[in-house]
C-alpha cells in the first residue's frame, strides 16, 4: 500500500477547510448576542494610563474588595440558587465566592435549564449531570467548588433512562433511546473526550442495562432481557462476551465486580454477590426489602435502617456516598449517616419522592437529585438543603 | 440610536459566521464553540453599539474570539471536549486521518493550536498573524515552526499507536 502524505500543512488544511468551510452559525446565536448586548449597557474604556494602575489594584487591595463583595452577593443574593420550598430551612450558602465572581462575568453562557437525569461526581472535584430534557442527551459539569453548570457536550440522539457512572477518570453514560435501544458512551480521561461504546446486538431488545469497570475501563455489562431473566457480558479485545451465570434471578439494576472476581450485583430488590467474576452468584441473607423511595413523612419517621447489608445497597444504586469515612445513604425520605457507632438520622431529605442519587463531595457538601429531577445541595453535612433552580 | 442598533446588527451577521469557524477550530468541538462564538458575538454587538464611529476588521474580530474561547477555556478548564460526533463515529474507520488530526490538535498546546488555525486555517499571513495574536512576524515564524513540527511528531506518534501494522512496515 502506498504510504500517504504526511504533511502536516496539507493535513491541517484538508481537516480544518473540510469540516467547517460548510459550517453555519446556529440561527439564534446572533439574536441572543444582540439581546445581550443591548440590555449590557455602557462599556467601560480603560486608559493606555489607566490599565496599568487598574491592574494593581485588582491584583491586590482590589482582589480583596471583590472578594468581600462576591462573598456578600452570594450570601444575600442566591442568582442561581434559590431556598425551596417552604419546608426546606433556610440557605446556607458556602461555596467558593472567587468562583462566584468568576462566572458572574458571563452574561451570555447558557443556563442550567431542565431536569437532571443523572448525576455524578468523577473526582472530589468535579461534578457531572445529564439532562434529557427537550429531546437532547446534555452533558453538564462543574469543579465542586464553583457555582455555575457548564454544558460541554451534547450526545445525538434521544433518551429517557440514563445511568452516569464515573471511576477515577473513567466514565460511562448508558442511555434507553427510542424504540429500546441502549446506547453508550465512555471516556477514559476525566470526561475531556467521549467516544461511543458499542454493545451486543441484544441491547436493543434490554429491558434494563448496567456497566461495571475493572481497572478503569468498562468490563461487566449486564442486560436485562424482557423474559426477565439477565445476560452478563464481558469485553475482550474481540468485543463483548457472553458468560454462564448461576444463581441470579430478577431484573438486576446495578453490578459492580473488581478485579478480583469479586462482585456485588442487586437484582430483583435483592443483593447477590460473586467471587469468581460474576459466574457464581449467591444472594446474601436480610438484604432484600430496602426501598430506597422517600415515602411520605409520618410513617417514614419510624422506619429504621433494616440491616448490614444497607450500606453496600444504597452505593450500588447511587443512593449512598462515603466520603472522610462517613457513609450517608438516603433512605425513605431521611438522611442516614453511618459512623463508628452505627446508624444516625441526620434529618429529612428536602422533597418528598424517590431519590436518585446522593453525591457528597466532602463530608459537609453534597448533593441529592430526585427522580422528578430536582438537584438539593446542602453545605452543612445534610442538616439543611438549598434548591438548584432548574426551571 | 436605531440606526446604531441596526450597525451593530450588521456587523455581527456578516461575521457570525466567520466567528463560529473560528471558534470551532479552537476548541474543536460544536458546543463549546457555539458559547464561545456566542461571548465574542455579544462583545462585538456591545462594542459596536458603544461606538458608533467604529468599523471592525478581520484581525480585531478574530482577536475578540480568540479572547472569548481563551477565557472560556480559564473558566472551564475541564470541560474540554475535542471530538465531534462525526469524529467519533469515524474512529471505526482505520483508514480516516481526521480522527489522528483531531488528537493530535488536543494534544497541542493552546498557543500551537492558535497560530496553526491562523495560518492555515483562516490562510492569514504572518503579519497578519501577529497582529491578531499581538506579537512580532518573526516570533510568529518561530512559533509557526515549533508548532508545525510539535504537531507532526503528535500526529505520527498517534497514528502509529492507532495502526501498528503501519509501524512495523517502516
Known amino acids: 500500500m502506498k504510504e500517504e502524505s504526511r504533511d502536516p500543512e496539507q493535513l491541517l488544511k484538508s481537516y480544518w477547510h473540510g469540516r467547517l468551510d460548510s459550517l453555519e ?25 489607566g ?36 419546608n426546606a430551612p433556610r440557605a446556607q450558602y458556602h461555596e467558593s465566592a472567587a468562583g462566584a465572581a468568576k462566572t458572574a462575568k458571563v452574561k451570555s453562557s447558557p443556563s442550567f435549564t ?21 429531546g437532547q442527551i446534555q452533558l453538564w459539569t462543574k469543579p465542586a467548588s464553583a457555582r455555575h453548570w457548564h454544558r460541554v457536550k451534547t450526545f445525538p440522539g434521544t433518551g429517557s433512562q440514563v445511568d452516569l457512572g464515573f471511576s477515577g477518570k473513567t466514565g460511562w453514560l448508558l442511555v434507553l433511546g427510542a424504540g429500546g435501544h441502549w446506547r453508550a458512551w465512555t471516556t477514559q480521561d476525566s470526561g475531556k473526550i467521549w ?31 424482557p423474559d426477565g431473566r439477565t445476560a452478563l457480558y464481558r469485553k475482550s479485545n474481540d468485543g463483548w462476551i457472553r458468560e454462564a451465570i448461576q444463581g441470579i434471578s430478577g431484573t438486576l439494576s446495578a453490578i459492580r465486580i473488581k478485579a478480583s472476581g469479586h462482585g456485588e450485583a442487586l437484582a430483583g430488590g435483592a443483593l447477590y454477590q460473586t467471587q469468581d467474576g460474576g ?67 441526620i434529618g429529612r431529605l428536602p422533597a418528598q419522592g424517590p431519590v436518585r442519587s446522593l453525591t457528597f463531595v466532602t463530608v459537609d457538601n453534597g448533593y441529592v437529585l430526585f427522580k422528578s429531577g430536582m438537584i438539593y445541595v446542602t453545605h452543612d453535612g445534610g442538616a439543611s438543603w438549598v434548591r438548584y433552580h432548574n426551571e | ?27 474543536g468541538e460544536r458546543t463549546r464553540a457555539e458559547d464561545a462564538a456566542q461571548e465574542s458575538l455579544y462583545n462585538i454587538a456591545r462594542w459596536c453599539l458603544n461606538h458608533p464611529e467604529f468599523t471592525p476588521t478581520d484581525a480585531w474580530v478574530y482577536q475578540v474570539t480568540r479572547n472569548a474561547v481563551r477565557d472560556q477555556a480559564r473558566r472551564w478548564p475541564q470541560a474540554t471536549v475535542p471530538l465531534d460526533e462525526g469524529l467519533a463515529s469515524a474512529a471505526v474507520d482505520p483508514g480516516v486521518e481526521r480522527l489522528d488530526v483531531a488528537r493530535a490538535l488536543t494534544a497541542l498546546s493552546d498557543h500551537d493550536r492558535e497560530v496553526l488555525v491562523f495560518f492555515y486555517f483562516l490562510d492569514l499571513t504572518t503579519e497578519e498573524v501577529a497582529q491578531v495574536l499581538k506579537i512580532s512576524p518573526t516570533a ?31
Open chain 1, 25 to 49: 452559525a446556529p440561527p439564534d446565536l446572533v439574536d441572543r448576542a444582540l439581546t445581550h448586548a443591548r440590555h449590557a449597557g455602557p462599556m467601560h474604556v480603560e486608559s493606555r494610563f
Open chain 2, 1 to 27: 440610536m436605531a440606526d446604531l442598533a441596526n450597525a451593530a446588527e450588521t456587523w455581527v451577521e456578516q461575521y457570525a459566521d466567520r466567528v463560529f469557524r473560528l471558534a470551532h477550530a479552537l476548541v
Open chain 1, 279 to 345: 459466574r457464581r452468584w449467591s444472594m446474601l441473607a436480610g438484604s432484600t426489602a430496602m426501598a430506597y423511595t422517600s415515602a411520605n413523612t409520618k410513617s417514614a419517621a419510624a422506619v429504621p435502617m433494616p440491616d448490614a447489608n444497607a450500606r453496600r445497597i444504597a452505593n450500588l444504586q447511587g443512593l449512598g456516598s462515603r466520603v472522610g469515612g462517613v457513609q450517608r445513604v438516603a433512605y425513605h425520605g431521611f438522611l442516614w449517616q453511618h459512623q463508628r457507632h452505627g446508624w444516625q438520622r
Open chain 1, 195 to 225: 467516544g461511543a461504546l458499542s454493545l451486543p446486538a441484544v441491547a436493543k431488545s434490554s429491558t434494563g442495562a448496567a456497566l461495571s469497570d475493572v481497572g478503569g475501563a468498562p468490563a461487566y455489562l449486564a442486560l436485562s432481557r
Open chain 1, 51 to 86: 490599565r496599568p494602575f487598574k491592574r494593581a489594584i485588582t491584583g491586590l487591595a482590589g482582589m480583596a474588595v471583590v472578594g468581600v463583595l462576591a462573598f456578600w452577593a452570594v450570601s444575600h443574593h442566591h442568582g442561581g440558587i434559590s431556598a425551596s420550598s417552604a
Open chain 1, 114 to 134: 431542565g431536569a437532571v437525569a443523572a448525576f455524578s461526581k468523577s473526582t472530589s472535584k468535579t461534578l457531572w449531570a445529564v439532562k434529557t430534557a427537550s
Open chain 2, 140 to 170: 510568529v515564524r518561530i512559533r509557526l515552526s515549533r508548532a508545525r513540527k510539535r504537531f507532526k511528531v503528535v500526529f505520527e506518534r498517534g497514528t502509529e499507536e492507532q495502526n501498528p501494522e503501519r509501524r512495523r512496515r517502516r
